[in-house]
């Protein structure tokens, strides 16, 4: 017995003293971003080519942008990777960010079930659309979670001066999660849902989802990458990160965001200046 | 029914492949969740004992407290972690958040008070029924903990598996102070998540059950070392 668990003890001990070694990757960057990247498979095929080249492992903690801000405002990435524009733009005029580069776009799309019961189907107009569901009372289902994706979708709710908030719980459902997560709950539900386009194509799980609405100007969705300011948090990683911001928006990061397809179709487009 | 064909055949595919990103990301899992039962019990064995043993003032609220935060949410945990731990918070400038470090610590927040309400009870029994005993061998509460403890090692045992079953399956914690980093910190519970998140529900699941079976087969390990153990000992 004392043997067994003595043995056991020392077992635990040598895994916990066994980190040293594990955790001794020299170079790295952490990378604050959004869900819809990470959930798209974006970082999987450019990182790795990356890493490759210049030997930085790029560490990317994939949340909401709203929340990527604050990990920022807290100093607690070397980057930012994200998607909502007047955010970002807030985060510079702060003084959090150095400065704002233009990376890669794609669009939003409207994805809702094949039944359509709003009658949105093929239609190019993303406010009249929101409207129809709204008069429809279809189920809709939101992120929630203070995203890129659902400030984008609270600005179109707004242009057609609909009151969701009053509809929340009935036909407007308020997930509070990612990407994958609400579509997987708008699958579940036969709800109609705002998604980014990358991650729609890379979703698995679709159901009887189908595209509904796309091809709107108003459903541009731009990507930006920002340094965060080493003046204000000293401990960040300004020469790595500014490393990784020069190759993502030069030839080579360029390629790679363009070499990402699946089904032939690319997920986002290079748009660096 | 599909649906857990395809996770079956998703875990299965896995195993059998010994997939290098799978068994990365089982080390990490059983290298935080082992590191955090190893330190929680360290100090919830001393802990229960002492609570167990000694009187003094307040130690029914103790008590209390120690038995409430056995429920505590990891999310919350989580986040008063990931406060402390951010480079605006007090150990900020430890540099620890997104660790796997950061991950132990929570973990072991989370399952301490389990540990040591669990190590509390089984000592405060066998306490009530040997104290006379032990004393009229001269013994008090303080020459007795190290009796206790042994006398109980079995129930204690089972206490410390308690405590890693719930640091081996909580998501919510490890999520925010981890950041599901890719090679990092990503462990099974994070991953499934993120399999989820995917709508790769089969894959999300094949993982589920490599969990499961991980999780049985220590436990099961524990089992057979304990009953050699205990037969070894005449116990």
């Known amino acids: 017995m004392t043997r067994s668990i003595h043995g056991l003890f020392a077992l635990m001990l040598a895994t916990a003293l066994g980190f040293g070694q594990t955790a001794a990757q020299e170079k790295f960057i952490t990378v604050a971003s959004t869900t819809s990247t990470q959930a798209s498979g974006l970082f999987d095929h450019i990182l790795p080519i990356f890493q490759q080249k210049s030997g930085i492992q790029v560490r990317v903690v994939a949340v909401g942008t709203g929340q990527a801000i604050k990990i920022g405002e807290k100093g607690d990435a070397d980057v930012l990777f994200v998607h909502h524009r007047p955010s970002e733009d807030k985060f510079v005029a702060g003084g959090f960010g150095v400065k704002r580069y233009d990376v890669m776009y794609n669009d939003y799309v409207v994805v809702g079930p094949k039944s359509d019961p709003a009658k949105v189907m093929g239609s190019k107009d993303v406010v009249g659309a929101f409207k129809r569901i709204a008069a429809a009372k279809a189920p809709f289902a939101s992120r929630a979670d203070d995203s890129g994706t659902h400030k984008m979708e609270l600005s179109l709710w707004k242009e057609g001066a609909i009151d969701v908030k009053a509809a929340s719980g009935t036909w407007y459902r308020e997930t509070g999660s990612g990407m994958g997560a609400t579509l997987n709950t708008a699958a579940a539900m036969n709800a109609y849902a705002l998604a980014d386009r990358g991650t729609w194509l890379s979703f698995k799980n679709r159901a009887d989802l189908t595209v509904a609405v796309e091809g709107d100007r108003k459903l541009f969705n731009p990507y930006g990458i920002i340094l965060v300011n080493p003046r204000k948090f000293p401990h960040v990683k300004a020469d790595l990160g500014q490393a990784f911001i020069d190759w993502i928006v030069g030839k080579d990061g360029q390629q790679a965001i363009a070499g990402y397809t699946i089904g032939g179709e690319s997920l986002f487009i290079p748009d660096a200046k | ?235």
Not at chain 2, 139 to 152: E, I, S, T
Not at chain 2, 165 to 175: D, K, N, T, Y
Not at chain 2, 207 to 226: D, K, M
């Open chain 2, 1 to 235: 029914m599909t649906d857990f064909g395809a996770a079956f055949a998703a875990a299965v595919s896995l195993i059998a492949t010994l997939d290098a990103g799978l068994v990365e990301i089982v080390g990490l899992s059983l290298r935080v969740s082992l590191s955090a039962v190893f330190i929680a019990t360290m100090i919830s064995l001393p802990l229960g004992a002492a609570v167990a043993l000694f009187r003094f003032p307040g130690r029914g609220a103790v008590v209390v407290v120690l038995n409430a935060l056995m429920g505590l949410p990891p999310v919350v945990v989580g986040l008063i972690v990931y406060l402390m731990l951010s480079r605006a918070g007090p150990f900020g400038v430890l540099g620890l958040l997104f660790t796997p470090t950061a991950m132990i610590v929570a973990q072991v927040i989370l399952i301490t008070p389990i540990i040591a309400s669990l190590a509390r009870q089984v000592i405060e029994d066998l306490w009530e029924e040997y104290s006379e005993q032990l004393r009229s061998l001269g013994a008090g509460p303080r020459q007795a903990v190290g009796a206790l403890l042994w006398d109980g090692r079995f129930s204690l045992f089972t206490a410390v598996l308690a405590g890693f079953g719930r640091a081996s399956a909580e998501v919510g914690a490890v999520m925010i102070v981890g950041g599901n980093i890719d090679h990092v910190t990503r462990v099974m519970t994070t991953a499934i998540a993120l399999e989820v998140s995917k709508g790769d529900l089969a894959l999300a699941l094949g993982l589920g059950i490599i969990l499961i079976v991980l999780s049985v087969g220590i436990t099961g390990a524990a089992f057979v070392l304990r009953e050699s153990a205990r037969r070894a000992h005449g116990a």
